[in-house]
């Protein structure tokens, strides 16, 4: 019979709800690497840029 698996405590011990503005606050800095490494001299995305970033988050993801 397969083990349970249990969820792995975060590097400050918490887990769950807890964690949620961690981990949101660490996609929101990669969407903006991303933007920069996507499109270095952009400085106001349009609906194009956001596209082609959602698609590189939807296929790492």
Do not use: C
């Not at 929101?28 to 840029?49: C, G, M, R």
């Not at 596209?51 to 790492?60: C, K």
């Amino acid at each position: 019979m397969p083990r349970p698996r249990t969820q792995r405590p975060g590097p400050s011990g918490t887990t769950g709800p807890e964690r949620y503005p961690e981990i949101i606050g660490g996609l929101s800095v990669a969407l903006a690497e991303t933007f920069k490494i996507t499109y270095p001299d952009i400085k106001n995305p349009q609906t194009s840029h956001w596209e082609g970033v959602t698609a590189v988050f939807d296929r790492l993801l």
